[in-house]
Nanobody, 125 residues
Framework: QVQLVESGGGLVQAGGSLRLSCTAS????????MAWFRQAPGMEREFVAA?????????DYADSVRGRFTISSDNAKNKVYLQMNSQKPEETAVYCC?????????????????WGRGTQVTVAS
């Protein structure tokens, strides 16, 4: 089993920055794919970013966040981060960390096997 716990959410002004953290515990393997998703009230869960290689530099981003958000990981600490810059009010949502037991990348929520409970991010206009 894998447990994921997010932290770092909060209230930020439009144009501001936040860094989210996801701490993984349990049977985490180096070939797991880690990702961040978000879900606003009344909306479907939306892909934000994925670390294609837990130990390497390969990443994938939704077009809406590319250039402003950065996903990174600290393998020694079993942590995944999401640095969010130039945030927009429409990005207010619960942000969740997810893990996929596969070497392949995916943007589909259904492809991820483990989920954290999420952390609320509110971007004020």
């Amino acid at each position: 089993q894998v447990q994921l716990v997010e932290s770092g959410g909060g209230l930020v002004q439009a144009g501001g920055s936040l860094r989210l953290s996801c701490t993984a515990s349990g049977r985490i393997f180096s070939n797991y794919r880690m990702a961040w998703f978000r879900q606003a009230p009344g909306m479907e869960r939306e892909f934000v970013a994925a670390s294609i290689d837990w130990n390497g530099p390969y990443t994938d981003y939704a077009d809406s966040v590319r250039g402003r958000f950065t996903i990174s990981s600290d393998n020694a600490k079993n942590k995944v981060y999401l640095q969010m810059n130039s945030q927009k009010p429409e990005e207010t949502a619960v942000y969740c960390c997810a893990a996929r037991d596969s070497i392949n990348n995916s943007r589909r929520p259904a492809a991820y096997h483990y989920w954290g409970r999420g952390t609320q991010v509110t971007v004020a206009s």
